[in-house]
């Protein structure tokens, strides 16, 4: 079963046995990230000095990514090349609500609805069938740990999994400085396409960008 980036970074994030979302906020950066990345790949967007285009808006068969990048065309109407950091802090919270969907679709999480204290509705997405992550997981041991050459999509997961500070989902018993030296190597970019490259390199950019400065408003 093929997934998509901002599907495999949402299973990281949701708790296997709770469905309880691990790292919300980042996470949903993550994700948004990975959509417009794999658009990217899909050569449907651009993404160039922070801002993003529409160069192609023919659907790609992925209802995921088909229904963002009609968002995505509507939002820069005209031609406008608009800021990537804009587009993620709009898009995080409904991007991972359409990949929990999906998810749910694909039959690999499960909604439970209950309510807190009685009162408050609550929605969590155990996990149904665990073979997809453990793939994932696999994977990236593999190119992360084990040193193994990454692809396009593995070096782009890893780049927005570390621009975002998401270690710990990928490798949760594992130290972060025994993975971070290794993630941000593959984050350069160097062994993906010049565009994808590119992409990854300003979706990093975006996303640090983003939570140094989430980081700092809370501080002060």
């Known amino acids: 079963m093929t997934v998509t980036l901002a599907e495999e970074i949402t299973l990281l994030s949701l708790d296997d046995g709770s469905g309880a979302a691990k790292e919300r906020q980042a996470a949903g950066w993550a994700v948004a990230g990975g959509i417009l990345l794999e658009l990217v790949m899909s050569r449907r967007i651009s993404v160039a000095d922070g801002r993003l285009e529409v160069t192609d808006a023919a659907p790609t068969g992925i209802e995921l990514l088909d229904g963002r990048?009609?968002?995505?065309?509507?939002?820069?109407?005209?031609?406008?090349?608009?800021?990537?950091?804009?587009?993620?802090?709009?898009?995080?919270?409904?991007?991972?609500?359409?990949?929990?969907?999906?998810?749910?679709?694909?039959?690999?999480?499960?909604?439970?609805?209950?309510?807190?204290?009685?009162?408050?509705?609550?929605?969590?997405?155990?996990?149904?069938?665990?073979?997809?992550?453990?793939?994932?997981?696999?994977?990236?041991?593999?190119?992360?740990?084990?040193?193994?050459?990454?692809?396009?999509?593995t070096s782009g997961l890893v780049a927005l999994l570390h621009g975002a500070g998401l270690h710990r989902l990928a490798f949760p018993e594992v130290p972060k400085k025994q993975v971070e030296p290794r993630m941000a190597k593959i984050a350069d970019g160097q062994w993906a396409g010049d565009s994808v490259r590119d992409a990854i390199r300003n979706m990093q950019a975006a996303m640090v960008a983003i939570t140094t400065a989430v980081v700092v408003t809370t501080v002060t």
Do not use: M
């Open 69 to 153: 990048l009609e968002q995505l065309a509507a939002w820069s109407k005209g031609g406008r090349k608009r800021k990537v950091n804009d587009w993620l802090t709009k898009d995080q919270s409904k991007a991972v609500a359409a990949a929990v969907g999906s998810l749910c679709a694909r039959g690999l999480v499960v909604e439970e609805r209950r309510k807190a204290l009685g009162i408050f509705p609550v929605r969590r997405y155990p996990e149904a069938d665990g073979s997809v992550e453990r793939e994932l997981r696999a994977r990236l041991t593999a190119v992360v740990l084990e040193g193994d050459r990454p692809d396009d999509r």
